[in-house]
Nanobody, 122 residues
């Protein structure tokens, strides 16, 4: 069982930066692939980024690949999402997720945080 708690969301102006954190409980954190998704009002949950066990590989959706960076610190049981050059279209609730394999489908992840709101003003 893994419990995930996101933090770091907030209100930022266009072009600004935020760093989201997701702290996990449990001793098997390093065994999981981790991901960030986001969901805007009236839209489906969207894959943003994932990182494999051991940080061997990372994947991003095209819309953020040159602006966002996912990383993990297994010693701290934490996954991060560094978001730069934020745009109003990045406004959403951001969720972290953990699963046995990385991928872009939400169904592939077993554990989810409660989400943190990111709002980018124009």
């Amino acid at each position: 069982q893994v419990q995930l708690v996101e933090s770091g969301g907030g209100l930022v102006q266009t072009g600004g930066s935020l760093r989201l954190s997701c702290a996990a409980s449990g001793r098997t954190f390093s065994s999981y692939a981790l991901a960030w998704f986001r969901q805007a009002p009236g839209k489906e949950r969207q894959f943003i980024a994932s990182i494999s066990r051991g940080s061997i590989s990372a994947s991003y959706t095209n819309a953020v690949s040159d602006r966002f960076t996912i990383s993990r610190d297994d010693a701290k049981n934490t996954v991060y999402l560094q978001m730069n050059s934020l745009k109003p279209e990045d406004t959403a609730v951001y969720y972290c997720a953990a699963g046995l394999t990385d991928g872009i489908k939400a169904l592939g992840y077993n554990y989810w945080g409660q989400g943190t709101q990111v709002t980018v003003s124009s």
